[in-house]
């Protein structure tokens, strides 16, 4: 594959638990509050990565659209509604433990419900280690360890927020 002559390969998938040797860019969609997922493409900024990373990176290409954060290839198809959506200016941190105060600003939570991140049952399930454990809740993730182990899961539900043109919104 090729973009303007320069050789174009993905670099695979590492699972979150891992310690990165790469870490000083975002990981994961809405993980962090400071850090928005999409790189810069400003030249200096791309310089600045090969010089530490060893390559450069580029957005996805679908034939219609520059995606500026990874996608699957069920994700490359879509079609969004406008093309400021196909970079992540904005982050929320509302896959991150940290975002569950601003989901329940938003949603009111039923007596009885236990609320927990994404990131929370990731690192349940997988491990707490490495770069998604500042993401995560050690109390929350051993719960949910608790309730795998010894438990009775009576019912999940997996609900989101998204964000449209900088504002929080229910999807």
Not at 45 to 69: L, V
């Amino acid at each position: 594959m090729s973009l303007d002559g320069l050789e174009v390969k993905d670099i695979p998938t590492e699972g979150a638990d891992n310690s990165f040797k790469i870490n000083y860019v975002p990981r994961g969609y809405e993980m962090s509050r400071t850090q928005p997922l999409s790189l810069s493409l400003k030249a200096s900024d791309m310089t600045t990565f090969k010089n530490k990373a060893g390559y450069y990176y580029a957005p996805i290409f679908d034939g219609q659209h520059n995606w500026q954060y990874r996608i699957d290839k069920e994700t490359e198809g879509q079609r969004l509604l406008n093309e400021d959506n196909y970079k992540e200016t904005a982050t929320y941190a509302l896959n991150a433990h940290e975002g569950i105060k601003t989901i329940r600003e938003r949603m009111s939570i039923e007596d009885g419900e236990e609320l927990v991140s994404f990131a929370d049952v990731y690192a349940a399930v997988r491990s707490n280690n490495g770069y998604i454990s500042q993401f995560t809740d050690n109390a929350t993730v051993e719960r949910i360890r608790q309730i795998l182990d010894q438990g009775s899961i009576t019912m999940i539900q997996a609900e989101g927020f998204s964000y449209k043109s900088g504002q929080l919104c229910w999807c």
